[in-house]
């Protein structure tokens, strides 16, 4: 049974059986994400249940315009963007600073993220600015596609581009800072 056809069953039926299966399903990858976002064990279980929460009462604003994950994922990601910007009371994540960012000439290719030592790219991804990790994390950890981040951060697909490359020049250079006397 499709994604899709669980949710509709749920909804036409109200038998918790079958969002049980769609929990089962994505829990893991839900705390997954809210634990790489927001570093915090007992933080991230609690935003999980929440998450979950938020995915049951709006189950029927859910279309088939996207795939159920990437519906989910944008429930999750902007849960825990709106977390973070509250807990830390600074202003908002995605600002016009990083629109001032200056471009960068050429862009950093993938094979030098993929060469850091897996330690050292922890490290790196642990001292860049959340954001720049979600969408980093989006394209190579979770492998979405250009088009499903875009949805997802409701942004146009050329401004995901520009991100990601802003996001890859900025690893390079933090590394760079953390790291010296290596080579990228």
């Known amino acids: 049974m499709t994604d899709f056809e669980l949710v509709q069953r749920f909804l ?3 038998d918790p059986a079958y969002f049980n299966v769609l929990y089962d399903k994505y829990s893991s990858k839900v ?3 809210c634990i790489s976002l ?6 991230a279980q609690d935003a999980t249940q929440e998450v979950f929460v938020k995915i049951y009462l709006n189950l029927s604003k859910f279309s088939e315009r996207s795939q159920f994950s990437t519906w989910v994922y944008s429930i999750t990601y902007n849960f825990c963007i709106d977390l973070i910007r509250r807990k830390q009371k600074q202003q908002a994540l995605f600002t ?5 960012t200056p471009d960068v000439a050429d ?20 001292n860049i600015p959340v954001g720049d990790k979600a969408i980093l994390l989006m394209k190579y950890h979770d492998d979405m596609q250009i ?15 520009m991100k990601l490359k802003r996001a890859k020049y900025k690893v390079q250079t933090t ?5 010296p006397s290596s080579e990228a």
């Open 107 to 126: 862009e950093v290719p993938d094979e030098e993220l993929l060469a850091m030592e897996v330690s050292r790219l922890k490290d790196v991804m642990d």
């Open 96 to 100: 016009d600073d990083m629109e001032k």
């Open 31 to 33: 705390y997954s994400r």
């Open 175 to 179: 590394y760079q800072s953390l790291y």
């Open 147 to 161: 088009k499903e981040i875009a949805e997802v951060l409701d942004k146009t697909e050329s401004a995901i581009k």
């Open 38 to 43: 927001l570093k915090d064990v007992a933080l």
């Open 12 to 14: 036409s039926t109200q």
